[in-house]
Every structure is written in structure tokens, then in C-alpha cells.
């Protein structure tokens, strides 16, 4: 037995002075850690609970026309937000803003609603306030402590109306939007202004630009402490710069020439490089309307309107191409060998004929007799299609309009192009209407009925075909790499003999005898084709497509026109060819004709043409072989 113990006082000790080590060592390690290792990240955090980011806009990008003139640009515009506050209190700042902002009580309830679902964030007003508006509240600075004012791009499309369906508009990006994979990868947030239709939505990822923000002060309790200061900012990335092919003086032309009245579209295009010069909807919208945000009472109107303006009559409406369409069935004809300049049918025309227990009439019941191609092009006759359509067969027939891409999108650049309606052969009727076509379908495929549904720039498209030496790029709004060289590109197989048999039917359209020869121009030659596509729900829709440019050289422009319920082709005509005019004049530099279409100078009282003498002569295929005028052909094209 030891008669001496250890003092526990002493291990006791001990284990206090390890105690209190291990916890100065921690709390040291703590404070090094904080202070040193992650002091900056503390310290930035710190500054995050006590600043808040105010989003800067970016400015989107500049569009221009061919020419630099301004399609789209950003101007100064002012938001107004409200600090959070009591229910009452943002009322009654809104109903002391009624009359600088214009808010009507309707407006007022619906902030009231949006400010009772998100009470702690900022109110926002407007987002399109004037300087006028936003000085006289400055003046009143006093009465409106809780008031926020930002200033912002606004965007502004000088031509309004002329380009509403082709420029678009932008709007706030809606939460389906946010959930889209190619927005989200690009770090868009709720509020952000995007592009929601035409140029604007095709090309937002490069109009867009990147957002800066400005830092305000807040309390503990997240509440801005002096809205007219800032800590500090993040200047914005601007939007990049576009450069379209549209031509906005043509544009505006056609604007203001199209029946205020009617419905329907215009398209024009350059068809040696697929380059397009205007595209015009009627009736159109003012985007300038959209910027910000729309009055929900002019959205209602807008939608309920029997019209449809929102409805972009250029791609996304299809219509039966009637009788501009027997080109393509006189193209298929030429290429399969079936067809040439001189071709009679066998039947003259009597007013009609009957096929395989069918019987169906030319438009003209009297008859036109025995005609060659470019007569029978020139006086629209059924009977000759029909024969050339049955000598064809209903499969080759759809081969061939499958193969020149009547089935398919062009490939513009723009967002919802409907996809034509067309039958890609003998199956697609058991698949789309339960059963065999009859021998006499191919009848009403060959002149342009049946399914059979076109765009306005399609037909553009396709005529532009004819005008290239039988190609035509893909059409395309902006200037960019690559442009035209898509699969959306036009080969009709057709050697130069082939299409001066076309050329000449196109020629004598437009001469005295012809369907559209009212809408002859005195300047040039131009060549096109009529069209009455048959409407069960009224009166039929009138077409017109061509293509015109100087003697000897190659067509410049081609218009393709449509106007529903225009009744007739002829009634069309007018409009297509004065766009062609004024294009051309303009490029050339000759004046500007208020009335350059015969029926105009006829009703004006003046001679049809002037000076005969000085009448231009005909473009022709060989013209331009021989003169060394070619027209440029896509990447991969075959040259005829």
C-alpha cells in the first residue's frame, strides 16, 4: 500500500490547461480562417446583404436596311418603380401618379394585384416613360420619397407600321420561355426584355447583348435607403449591329400603295442571290406599340380582330397558287421532254374537256382554241394544262413539285415559316384521305388546285427560279456568311431553250393580249403570271408573281403579290408591278412615276406609254448569254 497518493488537483490542472489550448488553438484557426483565408469572401457577402443590384438594360443591337437606313434602334426611355411599403401606401402613390404616367384605375388595380403577389420586391410601373413625364415628376420629388426612376433603351422602329411583321418586337421573356434549354443556358432571368417575333426573335441571341446593373444601399431590413444614390455600377455590353437586304424605302412603297381595305402580302427578292428586298403583311401592326409592355385592351383588339394583323401573311398563311402555279407544271413538262416553245396539245381548247368520267372547264367558256405553250401561258388556259398534267401522270407530276420544294419550308431566317401543303406522291393521298386518287386528279394538281398550298414567298421563291438561269439561292433577310447557300436552294433542271419557252409565255402576260396587260409598266419589261385561287369561305384571292430588270441584262427583282378576296389576278397586278418599278427606277436613277401601270395613265388620261420609241426591249435568255449576263448561282448549283 502506497502511503503517498498523486494530487489529483495537479491532473486536474493539467487537463484545464489542455482544455483551454485546444479551444484558443480553435478559435485562432477560426479567426485566421475568417479573417484571412475567406475575409474576402465574408467581406463581398457582407457587401451583397447590404447593397442591391438594380438590372441596366443593354442596348439590343442596331438593324439596317441594304442602304444604313434604320429599321430597329434603341433610344432613351425611363423605368418607374415603387420601394416596398404598406398596401395603402403603394396605392396611394399610384393614385398620385394617375395623371403624369396616364394610369387609368383599371391599370392601378392590376399593379395592386401584381404588388399583393411579390409584396418585398419593387413595383414596376412603367417601363416606357418619357422624359416629359419623368421631369415633371423630379419636380415633385418631395411627394414621391418612395419612387425609383432608371433610365433604360427603349426600342424604336422609325417605319412603325411598314415593318411590323418583318422586324418584330420585343417583349418581357414569359416563365415558359425561361424554361426553354437555349434561354436558360444563357442566363436569362424573369423581367428580361427579349425579341418575340420577326428579326428580333430570329436573331436575339446577337441583338440581345449582356445586361449591367447599378448597386443601391439597403437596410437590414432589405429596404433601399436612398433610391437617387448608388454605390457603384456595371456598365452593359451593347446588342450587335445587323445589316438586313431589305430595302425599307421599297418596303414603304408597298406600304403605302397595298389597299388599305384588303388583306394579303407582298414578297420581293433579288433571284441571283436570294437576297430579300421586301416583305410586307397587310394589315400590319406598329411594333412600337409592343415595346415594354402592351395595353392589355389593344392586345384583346388585336386578337379578336376578325383581320388578323398579328398573322404574318408573307409565311405563315398558305393559299391555293392557282394558275401561277402552271408554270411548275409547264416547267415539269419542259424538263421531262413532253414540252417546248412551239408544243400544241392535242385537243384545242372548246371552253373545256373530259378525262377518265370528268369533265372540267377552261376559266373561259368560250374556248382559246389551239395555243403553243407561250400562248397558252400568256391566256391562262386550263384545257392545256390539263393535257400537259395527264401526259405527265400524277406521280411524275408530284416528283417534280416535290423535287422544286413545294413541300418544303424555303429556309428563311425567320421564325414560324409554315410548311406548304403539297403531296409527295400517290401514297400521301391513302395517308391523308383514306383512299386512291382517281386518274383525273392530276387535272386539278396541274393547274394549281387540289392540295395544294402555298406561301407568298414561296411562289417568290419559285419565280425567282425562273429568272435565275433556273436556280435560286435560299432566301435570306440578313447580310451574313453563307447566306443563300442553304438547303433550301432551287435547281429546276431547265436548260437555257427550256426556259426561254417559259420566258415567252411570262412576256406576253404582260402585252395587250395578256391577263395582266393593264398592269404593264412603261419603263420596263415586265414578265409574270396571273392567278384566281378559288376561296370557299368568299370571294377567290387574286395573284400576281414576276420579275423584271434592264434590256439585256438579268432580272433584278422579282414580286410575287397576293390580295384576298382580290377576285382576280388582274386586280393584283397593279400592285406587284409598281413595286417593280419603283425599285428599279430607284436603283437606275430615273424618277420617281406616281402612275407608272397602264391602267393608271389610261385613267389619268395620258398616253399609255409616252414616246413608243423609247420602250425598252425584251429580256430574253439568250439576251443574256450573249451579252455575257449571267445571274450568280449557290455553292453546288449546276449552271444550264
Known sequence: MKLFQPDPRHRRSLGAVFMITLVITTLLTAFFQTQVVTGEQYAARSEENRLRPIKIPAPRGTIYDRNGRVVATSITGYSVSLLPASEETIRQTLRDLMPFLGLSNQDVDALMQKRNGRPHDLLEITQRATFPQVAAIEERRAAFPNLMIVERPMRYYPAGSAIGHIAGYVGEITREQLQLEQYRKAGYQQGQWIGQAGIEREYEFDLGGVDGARFVEVDAMGRVVDPRSSVGALAPEPGKDLKLTLDLDLQNYIHRIFPDSMKGAVVAMVPSTGEILAMYSHPTVDPNEFVG?????????????????????????????????????????????????????????????????????????????????????????????????????????????????????????????????????????????????????????????????????????????????????????????????????????????????????????????????????????????????????GADHGWFVGFSGPPGGHPEIAVAAIIEHGLHGSDVGPVATKAINFYLNKKHGLPFDPRPTLIERWNAQRMPWGRYDTYPAPITPQDRSATGATSARPAGARAR
Open 293 to 537: 409592355s402592351i395595353k392589355p385592351s389593344l392586345w384583346r383588339a388585336l386578337q379578336t380582330d376578325p383581320a388578323k394583323p398579328l398573322l404574318d401573311r408573307t409565311i405563315t398563311a398558305l393559299y391555293p397558287p392557282a394558275s401561277t402555279w402552271k408554270l411548275a407544271t409547264a416547267a415539269a413538262g419542259v424538263r421531262a421532254g413532253i414540252l417546248k416553245a412551239g408544243t400544241r396539245m392535242p385537243y384545242a381548247c372548246t371552253g373545256g374537256m373530259a378525262y377518265a368520267g370528268r369533265y372540267s372547264r377552261c376559266w373561259y367558256r368560250p374556248g382559246h382554241g389551239s395555243l403553243d405553250l407561250g400562248s397558252a401561258i400568256e391566256k391562262s388556259c386550263n384545257v392545256y394544262f390539263y393535257q400537259v398534267g395527264i401526259r405527265l401522270g400524277l406521280a411524275k407530276l408530284t416528283a417534280e413539285g416535290t423535287r422544286m420544294g413545294f413541300n418544303t419550308r424555303s429556309g428563311i431566317d425567320l421564325p414560324g415559316e409554315a410548311r406548304p401543303i403539297f403531296p409527295t406522291g400517290i401514297p400521301w393521298y391513302r395517308e391523308r384521305f383514306g383512299h386512291t386518287p382517281t386518274p383525273s386528279e392530276v387535272m386539278s394538281l396541274a393547274i394549281g388546285q387540289g392540295p395544294n398550298s402555298q406561301s407568298v414567298l414561296r411562289m417568290a421563291h419559285f419565280y425567282s427560279a425562273i429568272a435565275g438561269n433556273g436556280t435560286a439561292p435560299e432566301p435570306h433577310l440578313v447580310t451574313r456568311e453563307g447566306a443563300g447557300e442553304g438547303p433550301g436552294q432551287i435547281d429546276l433542271g431547265l436548260d437555257t431553250q427550256g426556259l426561254s419557252a417559259l420566258w415567252d409565255g411570262l412576256g406576253k402576260v404582260t402585252d395587250p393580249t395578256g391577263t395582266a396587260a393593264l398592269s404593264a409598266v412603261a419603263q420596263w419589261k415586265v414578265y409574270g403570271k396571273t392567278g384566281t385561287g378559288q376561296n370557299p369561305q
